[in-house]
């Protein structure tokens, strides 16, 4: 392995970001499908675009790239402004989506072409693509053409083709949608040993949340070309911007209930209405935050995850807060147990424990677990 | 890339286009309009050159033989077209039917298409010959004539015999359009239409020509724009004749030019054809529209 | 669905009368050639030859036979400017397909190329005639081969924009990713993939280049550069007594043209529709 492949040293200091992109917008005629988007990545980040299809990923990608022109904003590279420059001299390498292989060429050329438009001599190109063929695995298949290889023998050379440059950063268009889901989780693993291995920066794009959960060192989650949170994948998790965030990453998604919350002392008092005449639920959050405590009391919109309604198991719950609950339908996934409950007009979810032993129809204590509660303006979405 | 030089490779990637084309069209059609203001003559001499107005297109647009040329024109276009239309459209009904030999004949329907044009002409020319020719024996022997007859020789009738062997060459581009159009037309919607009760000519009508009619159009002005040129078929089969009969357009610009050597009236004579033409390849682009809107 | 009797016996009728239609000229175009002169002139005809004569064809590929010299000349000199025309169509029209497809150039200017070969070629023939004869031109396969290559482009143009059009995008974005440039994007990845079109698109080009009259006649005077279809007309117009000589060089000059047809069938017509059709 020579050193092109070996772990980069990490910068302590990250004054410079390997990559900024601010302001960028972009449109096609009167449609505007990028609104003043700002992302920034230090030098060895993995961070994962993640939002609903058409929303404007690979069009974020391409700016980035330089294959679409954007309408106005900057996009810096390791600290050069390269808003207008040719995606030759971005020192950039993407992977695409539909893999993009050159399928008049074979394995090797594929993953050489970018030393061959470099003027490589031969020798070394077969050397660099060769180290870059034992990485992936895929040096036995290097004489074939693309046309012959698997799914996911495709994308490992999409890869192997943006990674034998060395460039200073890798884009991926959603590279693992087109395979089938055990395929999926195997090359997920691998992207990330290989991102740890080689200390890449990456912006990785996808629409599945679970691989932005997996992978990311940095999540961005965009809806209708906008950026609507930033964080490490806890945060996105733990504190969502807003409902769509909310609704949109873990899974099952956190349930979003309308609730009256009120202060009693400093605690907050959370009321949920229940099906046709059953007493609500009155919950109490221990640690509300500033957002809750200065706002007059009155209708929300509170989240909380499948897994902070939950039985009493080994779990450390607080059991004070139990009630009993019917279970409209249980469906059991093997390690966890999901039951759909009616609460505060709408369907949520606990996550059970995959062993206990419930059926539909039963009623059974539920513990909640308001540690974690997110709360948000029932008008604007947004979290308080 | 940079918007500046993504448009400017744009620039470089058309400039041997648009090099070849503005030097062998653009500034050559320039020139014709140009002449055709003139008195200019083709001529080894040198020759004083006058600007003449529109005296040109006064004298062509009264000129009775030319008016008759471009009359002559639109009729050999209108049959021909027509019946290209027609026959191409029977022939597509036909070869999407199933049979045995179906896709024989769907091989060497190509064949006349490939003649090249003048060969067309000159077999033609021979099928029709007045002594020797084919169509003489074949009707005379099947009882049809008396006696042989010189299909060419007869002003009024030469221009149709024309037509025939235009026809006869042209009509598998049609065929080949409207049955690829026709392969496109859903199986499950004639099979309801038919299961409705609709007869095969109510099918064709409410169906069928609705659904190709779009590429019909297309195709169709297309050949009306090249019947619109005709050229080397009369060249070969009767250089215009008998008494100017089959005198088209195009061979009426070529004499004048070629064989009276008038350039600044041929000129005049061209552009007016051009203009023609003009029209028609207008009619062809909004018919492409209608075509692209329809499907 | 089963046909009724009549509805077959109709089919077929129709069926066997097409074929009549379209092959009978062609059957007898050879037939003609291979015919003694006296089974051709005889009243009414003898269809079927006597016996076969195939020294026609002997004759015409015969350089020393003053048929077979003109023949030959012919057929070389519409060979090179055929050949020659197509070439140059393709390597000037690649470009600009791709300047269209890709580059977003206007489709108004792509009209505008179509346009100029939908016009008569009557309205630049003589200022061409005047500017080829003040250059001393005339009457040269270099000449012809020029004019045919405008001819040619816009249609060449035309169809490889619909064929690069279909092509996956993405393929080139990764070359350029990889840091290639457009030129070398386009010999080394674009190309390649276009093959199939590029083959369609020469076949088109050389059958039109290989059909063209007008220009033929008009720019050339003899053997060193007049083409098949000139000299075709020249053989029909001139006081040759044996019908089946004109039929043999017409057989000929057909060979090639329906040989590629045959072979190359659903490409020709696919690139036919495409380029009366497809907008
Ligand atoms: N060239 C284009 N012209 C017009 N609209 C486009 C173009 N490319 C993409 N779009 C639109 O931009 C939106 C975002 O597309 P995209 O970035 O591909 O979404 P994603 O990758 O997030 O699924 C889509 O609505 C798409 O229709
Ligand atoms: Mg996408």
Redesign the pocket.
Same mark, same amino acid.
């Given at each position: 392995m020579t050193n092109n492949l070996q772990k980069k040293e990490r910068t302590a200091v990250s004054s410079n970001p390997i990559l900024a992109v601010e302001n960028l917008s972009k449109s096609?005629?009167d @449609?505007r499908?990028l609104k003043d988007v700002s992302v920034a990545i230090e030098a060895g980040d993995f961070l994962v675009l993640v /939002?609903? #299809? /058409?929303?404007?990923? #690979? %069009? @974020? @990608?391409?700016c980035i790239g330089g294959l %679409?022109e954007i309408t106005s904003g900057n996009i810096q590279i390791d600290g050069q402004d390269v808003t207008h420059t040719d995606p030759a001299k971005r020192d950039i390498a993407m992977v695409f989506q539909s893999y993009a292989l050159f399928p008049n060429m074979s394995v090797g050329d594929n993953i050489g072409f970018g030393l061959e438009v470099r003027k490589v001599p031969k020798t070394e190109r077969d050397e660099k693509v060769n180290q870059v063929a034992e990485l992936l695995k895929i040096e036995p298949l290097l004489d074939r053409a693309p046309a012959q290889l698997s799914g996911g023998q495709r994308q490992r050379v999409a890869m192997g083709r943006a990674l034998v440059r060395d460039p200073k950063l890798f884009l991926f268009?959603?590279p693992l949608s087109n395979l089938d889901a055990k395929l999926r989780v195997t090359m997920r693993t691998e992207i990330k040993r290989l991102h740890q291995r080689l200390n890449a920066s990456i912006i990785y794009?996808t629409?599945d949340q679970i691989e932005a959960m997996t992978l990311a060192t940095k999540i961005v989650v965009?809806k209708d /070309?906008v950026i609507q949170q930033v964080g490490s994948p806890r945060e996105i998790y733990d504190t969502p911007a807003n409902i769509f965030v909310a609704d949109f990453m873990g899974s099952p998604a956190m349930n979003i209930l309308d609730a009256d919350v009120t202060m009693d002392g400093l605690m907050a008092r959370v009321e949920i209405a229940r099906e046709d005449g059953q007493e609500p639920l009155i919950l109490y959050d221990t640690n509300p935050g500033e957002g809750i405590t200065s706002r007059p009391a009155g209708p929300l919109k509170v989240g909380l995850r499948p897994e902070a309604l939950t039985d009493l198991g080994s779990r450390s719950v607080n059991a004070d807060q139990q009630f009993d609950c019917l279970l409209d339908v249980v469906e059991p996934a093997g390690s966890d147990t999901f039951a759909v409950i009616r609460l505060g007009g709408t369907e949520v979810t606990a996550r059970m424990h995959g062993d206990v032993d419930v059926n539909s129809g039963d009623t059974v204590p539920i513990c909640f677990d308001l540690t974690k509660i997110s709360y948000f303006d029932p008008k604007s979405g947004e979290r308080l | 890339m940079s918007a500046i030089s993504r448009s400017r490779e744009k620039w470089v990637l058309l400039f041997p286009a648009i090099l070849v084309l503005s030097l062998i069209t653009v500034l050559p059609f320039l020139q014709t309009v140009w002449t055709s203001f003139t008195d200019a003559e083709i001529t080894a001499r040198e020759q004083q050159v006058n600007w003449i107005g529109l005296e040109n297109y006064i004298w062509a647009l009264t000129d009775p033989d030319f008016l008759e040329a471009l009359g002559r024109t639109m009729y050999f276009t209108a049959v021909s077209v027509g019946l290209e239309g027609v026959l191409g459209i029977a022939v597509a009904l036909l070869l999407n039917q199933k049979f045995r030999g179906r896709w024989f004949l769907r091989v060497i329907i190509i064949l006349p298409w490939a003649v090249p044009t003048i060969v067309n002409a000159v077999a033609w020319r021979l099928i029709y010959h007045p002594d020797y020719g084919a169509l003489n024996s074949l009707l005379l022997q099947l009882g049809f004539i008396d006696s042989y007859t010189s299909w060419l020789g007869d002003p009024d009738r030469a221009l149709n015999m024309v037509i025939l062997a235009d026809v006869w060459k042209n009509f598998p581009l049609v065929a080949y359009i409207a049955l690829a159009a026709m392969q496109t037309i859903p199986g499950d919607l004639l099979k309801a239409a038919a299961i409705e009760g609709a007869g095969a000519w109510k099918r064709f009508r409410s169906i069928t020509l609705p659904w190709i009619i779009g590429p019909m159009l297309v195709v169709l002005i297309l050949r009306t724009i090249e019947a619109f040129r005709v050229f080397d078929i009369i060249y070969v089969m009767t250089r215009g004749g008998p008494s100017d009969g089959t005198k088209t357009a195009s061979f009426y610009v070529y004499q004048e030019y070629f064989s009276y050597l008038r350039s600044g009236s041929g000129a005049s004579y061209a552009v007016v054809v051009a203009g023609i033409s003009a029209v028609l390849i207008l009619a062809y682009y909004a018919g492409i529209r209608r075509d692209q809107r329809g499907a | 669905m089963h046909r009724s009797l009549i509805a077959s016996f109709a089919l077929y009728s129709a069926a066997l009368l097409l074929t009549l239609f379209t092959l009978a000229p062609l059957v007898w175009l050879v037939l003609m050639s291979i015919s003694s002169p006296n089974d051709l002139t005889s009243v009414p005809l003898n269809w079927w030859p006597t016996e076969v004569d195939l020294s026609r064809y002997g004759h015409l590929v015969d350089l020393n036979n003053g048929a077979g010299h003109r023949f030959l000349a012919a057929l070389r000199n519409s060979l090179l400017t055929a050949g020659g025309a197509t070439l140059i169509a393709l390597i000037v029209a690649v470009p600009a397909a791709y300047a269209f497809s890709r580059r977003g150039a206007s489709l108004a200017l792509l009209f505008v190329f179509l346009a100029t070969i939908m016009m008569p070629p009557i309205t630049y023939v003589l200022p061409l005639y005047e500017i080829f004869g003040g250059l001393g031109a005339l009457n040269k396969t270099t000449t012809l081969i020029i004019v045919y290559s405008a001819m040619l482009l816009p249609f060449a143009t035309w169809l490889m924009k619909s064929n690069i059009d279909v092509l996956p995008v993405e393929i080139e974005q990764a070359a350029f990713m990889e840091g290639a440039s457009t030129a070398f994007t386009l010999r080394r990845v674009v190309l390649p993939l276009a093959l199939p079109a590029i083959a369609a698109t020469c076949m088109l080009s050389f059958l039109v280049a290989w059909d063209e009259f007008f220009y033929a006649l008009i720019f050339t005077s003899d053997l060193s550069a007049k083409t098949l279809p000139v000299a075709i007309a020249d053989f029909s117009a001139g006081r040759v007594t044996d019908y089946g000589v004109i039929a043999s060089v017409g057989v000929l000059a057909t060979l090639p043209p329906a040989i590629l047809a045959i072979c190359f069938q659903r490409f020709i017509v696919s690139g036919l529709a495409a380029g009366s059709v497809k907008g």
């Open positions: 096609y005629g @449609l499908i /939002g609903p #299809s /058409g929303c404007g990923k #690979s %069009t @974020l @990608l391409g %679409t268009d959603e794009v629409h965009m /070309g | - | -």
